[in-house]
Nanobody, 118 residues
Framework: VRLVESGGGLVQPGGSLRLSCAAS????????MSWYRQAPGKERELVAT????????YYLDSVKERFTLSRDNDKKVLYLHMNDLKPEDTAMYYC????????????WGQGTQVTVSQ
């Protein structure tokens, strides 16, 4: 299994980014997928989850109306479109397949850093 996150960077408050997660080594179209994030000194938290067929399962309250989760099952890629970014969104972002209600199925990739700052 390989999960490769990309698309992070440094952005000013109010800016936008699109994160991508390229998945391989498992049947991507069969599983729910999630984005998680971990800020320095904090526990990793679940940001958003999408069912295998593309229906949204969950958004963290603080990102609702700002983040949009999508997937391309043909390309085996998970996306996270992030708008109106805030300093509190600063974190390392990770993707993973979902097992159970909220847990990650596989080991973690390297993540992609999102920093929101003036």
């Amino acid at each position: 299994v390989r999960l490769v996150e990309s698309g992070g960077g440094l952005v000013q408050p109010g800016g936008s980014l699109r994160l991508s997660c390229a998945a391989s080594g498992f049947t991507f179209s069969d599983v729910g997928m999630s984005w998680y994030r971990q800020a320095p000194g904090k526990e990793r938290e679940l940001v958003a989850t999408i069912f295998s067929e593309g229906r949204i399962k969950y958004y963290l309250d603080s990102v609702k109306e700002r983040f949009t989760l999508s997937r391309d099952n043909d390309k085996k890629v998970l996306y996270l479109h992030m708008n109106d970014l805030k300093p509190e969104d600063t974190a390392m972002y990770y993707c993973n397949a979902l097992i159970g209600a909220r847990s990650a199925r596989y080991g973690w990739g390297q993540g992609t850093q999102v920093t929101v700052s003036q």
